[in-house]
């Protein structure tokens, strides 16, 4: 009950309180991308790359080889940071997820090779969604990063392989390690043109990068970039959502 100026007596006139703040819609779960051994793998992996691209650069430029000097240090890291290259992986072979995305790397669907192909083009070619048993968009991984790890492994192969034969250099001809320290010193230019573009391409997408780090991404993200996924964890877990296509 409230007074006017003017009244005799207060009116009926009530003022009704704000109506209550509804709550935001809840955020959706997020999705585990990368467990706890996959993520050491690909630091490990990572950090080796690093030391073996950092020393050889320190061999090989004079500037930084007259600034670091300890030639033989650094010939000494160079050599066990790439002969240990492999080592994580193999180590990460324990963990069943790396194995399931190992196997996932290793195959090229109908729908990486239009993944492909659009990206050459600079634009995405629509999937109709009646594509029968395909999604639009790629798994897990695409075929660009499925390329480059394959590239990435076949290099390491190769950089041992010569490197080794520049290292005992009493095990084979002089031929043969003149040959391999040709392949060595111009396939380790292309390694490291490659992960400059990796660390590029990571960069420029915090999401990812957040993947690798802590293991989860949203799951719009993962909608988005890697839709056929997306569904295949969603169908998992026996969420009965519609499909909706990249960009949704």
Known sequence: MTSTPGSAGPTDATTSPPPP????????????RFTRAERWTHHATGALFG??????LC?????????????WLMVTLHEWSGLLLPVPVLLGLASRALRADLRRLNRFASHD???????????????PASAPGLAPGPGKFNAGQKIYAAWLAGAVLVMTATGLMMWFTHL???????????????????????LLAHIGLAYADPEARRGIRTGTV??????????????????????PEAWEGPGT
């Not at 090779?113 to 999937?127: F, H, I, K, N």
């Not at 031929?175 to 490291?192: M, N, P």
Request: net charge positive; charged share 30%; aromatic share 8%.
């Open 113 to 127: 090779r239009r993944w492909l192909r659009a990206a050459l083009r600079q634009r995405r070619r629509p999937v």
């Open 59 to 71: 061999l090989y430029v004079p500037g930084l080889a007259q600034l670091v000097g300890r030639r």
């Open 21 to 32: 703040d509804r709550p935001g819609p809840a955020p959706e779960p997020r999705l585990t």
């Open 172 to 194: 084979t001809p002089l031929l043969w390690r003149t040959s391999a320290t040709f392949v060595h010193d111009w396939l380790a230019l292309a390694i490291g043109l490659a």
């Open 51 to 56: 030391l073996c691209v950092g020393t050889a």
């Open 218 to 239: 949203a799951r719009p993200w993962a909608r988005r970039e890697h839709p056929l996924w997306e569904r295949e964890e969603r169908e998992e877990r026996g969420k």
